[in-house]
């Protein structure tokens, strides 16, 4: 057995914003500013910076970096932003939230639910209020908030390339209940819209699926390199090796082909939005 205390996963981020917090209050104090005045300098009420100095709410990028800028920090604040950042995520997702940030093309294959950059925020929070084993609140909220910050993926420039194949399945699964629903379909309806995006359903009638080995993402970052994630049960992992992404590029490329055309996959959903 390991003899490594495992921490779990969320007092291993929070203790990173416990830090962040700390330091944040230190360059105030030396600044000789109170909350609300570094507040009204960063464009955030008090009771909000004093989430952030506690470590129970995750500042943004911009806050911090202007935050160290008012606060004459020297770049000190600055420097832990990426860390910050990763410490919104579960253990289990970190690595893939920082290569998923820099793709320039994205790739997935969805079978239990819409993928997190294409929820809503009401459906977000459906789903991580029926998570097992049960989250307490803090974990939900922080969950939730670093689901959103991943969709700020549709508006940077320039724009990467990003496709889904969801399985029918998913779409027909009214999680959250019927408005909840409805919300989350005709969001994907509006995302679809964006020209660097393509959605396509898997349809449950085909006799013929190459994706029952499960969901899995491919991604291309800037500097060319590809990479392939997958995960199952909070079990995840990054492959690197250049055999199984292209195993994986091979088998996405088959879906791609077995699912509805784009033009058919609206259509579907839109069916789907009439019916009920």
Known sequence: MDDEVQQPEYEVGAGMLCVFGRQLKLFRDRAEMDRARLGSLTGYSASTIAS???????????????????????????????????????????????????????????????????????????????????????????????RLTRQEIFSRRPAPHLSFVIE???????????????????????????????????????????????????????????????????DSRVHAERHKVRELERTYGILRAQAHTPTESLALIEKLLGER
Do not use: C
Not at 74 to 90: D, M, N, T, W
Not at 104 to 131: I, K, P, S
Not at 218 to 228: F, H, N, P, V, W
């Open 168 to 234: 029918e399945a998913v779409l027909l699964r009214p999680l959250g209940g019927a408005a909840v629903w409805r919300g989350q379909l005709e969001h994907l309806l509006l995302i679809a819209e964006k020209r660097n995006v393509v959605i396509q359903v898997m349809p449950l009638s085909r006799q013929e699926h190459a994706g029952l080995a499960g969901p899995f993402t491919l991604m291309e970052t800037k500097d060319g390199r590809r990479i392939a994630y997958t995960e199952v049960q909070g």
């Open 52 to 146: 952030f100095e506690q470590g129970r709410r995750i500042p943004p990028p911009k806050f911090i970096d202007h935050a160290d800028e008012v606060l004459g920090a020297g770049g000190v604040l600055s420097a832990g932003k990426q860390e910050v950042a990763r410490a919104q995520y579960p253990a289990f997702f970190r690595d893939a939230a920082r290569l998923e940030a820099e793709a320039v093309e994205l790739h997935v294959y969805d079978t239990q639910l819409v993928n997190g950059l294409l929820q809503t925020e009401e459906y977000v929070r459906a789903v991580f209020a029926m998570w097992q084993p049960l989250l307490d609140e803090g974990v939900i909220e922080q969950r939730v908030a670093a």
